[in-house]
């Protein structure tokens, strides 16, 4: 179920961004890239720098975001689990959440709340951890219906924290064990450099634009765990809505139904 595993890869800034945090903190030259303060260099100079060094670069440019797009996979306990997030420094988000095995859900969060929108297959799962014979049930009464205080739920917590994209960017306990500068490239059409990273994650390759803002581009996980996430719309603002009313449920209502369900 989506509860374990999203535990796992909600840091999947994620599941591959740790690579870039853990080299930002990494001893020696790197500290000299961008000191505390300093703004992040233009990408065009990046061939002058270290590995390390193109990564502390890479690191104070995405910490400098206000909002970014992220979209790619991760596998994780055999599984396939797919994003496409919009998300803001604030934590406001929209996009969605999948995987084969356990559906997709849609999810919606600003400071007003939080809003998820299950579909059929995910909503037999949840269903069923209330309710063993309720799966039909729920999705007939729920299905296209968005669900709202459900935030908190073992089942739903995971996929909440998915909106906390950009503050975990900032955040890393990862630990780093070598970078190497490899060739030139392009992701989606924008010059980039490939890092090759080695951490407590596995073997990763970080993609750093090379033209503007040295923005972490691409991020490639090659352990068993892994994944690629593309990042983009940097700075993008966001226009977050929440749902209609008539549209939403709250959670313990569904829990209610769901209960009572034959």
Request: net charge negative.
């Amino acid at each position: 179920m989506y509860s374990s595993r999203l535990v796992h890869s909600a840091v999947l800034c994620v599941v591959l961004a740790g690579a870039v945090t853990a080299c930002g903190s990494s001893k020696g030259t790197s500290s000299q890239a961008a000191a505390p303060g300093s703004a992040s260099q233009s990408g065009s100079n990046l061939s002058a720098l270290s590995a390390s060094q193109v990564l502390d670069q890479a690191k104070a440019a995405m910490g400098s975001l206000s909002s970014m797009h992220a979209k790619g996979y991760v596998t994780t306990d055999s599984d396939k689990i797919t994003l496409d997030l919009s998300a803001g420094k604030n934590k406001d988000c929209t996009g969605t959440v999948s995987s084969a095995s356990d559906g997709s859900m849609q999810i919606i969060h600003t400071s007003a709340g939080t809003w998820m929108k299950p579909d059929a297959t995910f909503l037999q799962n949840i269903a069923s951890h209330e309710n063993s014979k309720a799966g039909a049930a729920a999705v007939q009464l729920f299905q296209g219906r968005w669900l709202t205080g459900g935030q908190d739920d073992p089942d739903l917590q995971s996929m909440a924290a998915m909106c906390d994209l950009m503050a975990n960017m900032a955040d890393d306990d990862s630990k780093q064990t070598g970078a190497t500068k490899g060739s030139a490239t392009t992701v989606n059409g924008t010059p980039a450099l490939t890092v090759q990273v080695s951490d407590d994650s596995g073997p990763s390759t970080v993609y750093v634009a090379t033209q503007g803002q040295p923005y972490l581009l691409r991020m490639e996980n090659k352990g068993s765990d892994g994944g690629s996430v593309d990042f983009s719309d940097f700075n993008k603002p966001l226009n977050i809505q929440a749902p209609p009313a008539d549209q939403v449920i709250d959670f313990s209502v569904f829990q209610q139904k769901v209960k009572a369900s034959v």
